[in-house]
């Protein structure tokens, strides 16, 4: 598995498909992080936009390999295990993409509540902060996986499903993305950590259901 990882990341890497998610997340970041903002927000604002940018670096990944590349990848490892390294591909460098936003936050950011009165623990935050990154790039996998192909072929297609379903899966109530990020921001005035591992543990199994539907799918139509 690890050669088709290293594959698919150079091939991510030399298409320079994964510039414009990182790039637009490394600019919100910039922009949106201040010294001295409240830490617990800082976390939520850094987590949320990692679940389109994941989807969109799912996208970038499995769309990298030109069609003959990918026959032959799937002749010689089988159409499953290539599609599963392409969207790892895709989630592992959103991790690493999460893992920088919320050690920059951390850095910079005051450990207070909103109010500045209120001292955060910086070990439990910075848990409940990461834990929210990895959630949201859990489900941000889960909609690539399920908006590209071969669940999704068409581009007209997958781009605008992509795109709403991540928009849905950040503000519905009952999302586990929504409601990693609304716990770090609530807690924010009062200086309450909240640890997501509800939310961490339903976007895990959703994501890994979603990859392992769309592997399967891939098998099936390849």
Do not use: K, Q
Request: charge should be positive; aromatic fraction near 4%.
């Amino acid at each position: 598995m690890i050669p088709l990882l290293r594959y698919h990341f150079a091939l991510l890497v030399g298409s320079h498909r994964w510039l414009p998610p990182t790039l637009l997340y490394a600019a919100y970041v910039a922009i949106g992080i201040r010294a001295g903002d409240p830490v617990l927000d800082g976390f939520g604002y850094v987590a949320a936009p990692l679940l389109p940018v994941a989807a969109w670096l799912v996208r970038a990944a499995v769309t990298a390999e030109p069609p003959a590349a990918r026959a032959c990848t799937a002749a010689a490892t089988g159409p499953g295990r290539a599609h599963l390294a392409a969207v790892s591909t895709a989630a592992l460098a959103a991790t690493a993409l999460g893992a920088l936003g919320t050690a920059f936050t951390a850095l910079v950011s005051d450990p207070h509540s909103a109010d500045h009165r209120v001292a955060v623990p910086m070990g439990p935050a910075i848990l409940a902060g990461a834990f929210t990154a990895l959630c949201c790039v859990l489900l941000g996998t889960a909609v690539g996986a399920l908006a590209n192909r071969p669940v999704v072929r068409s581009p007209g297609r997958a781009i605008p499903t992509a795109a709403l379903a991540a928009l849905l899966l950040l503000v519905a109530a009952g999302s586990p993305a929504n409601a990693a990020v609304s716990g770090l921001v609530t807690g924010s005035p009062r200086g309450t950590v909240t640890v997501p591992w509800l939310p961490l543990g339903i976007a895990a199994m959703t994501a890994a259901a979603a990859v392992a539907g769309a592997c399967a799918l891939s098998s099936r139509r390849t």
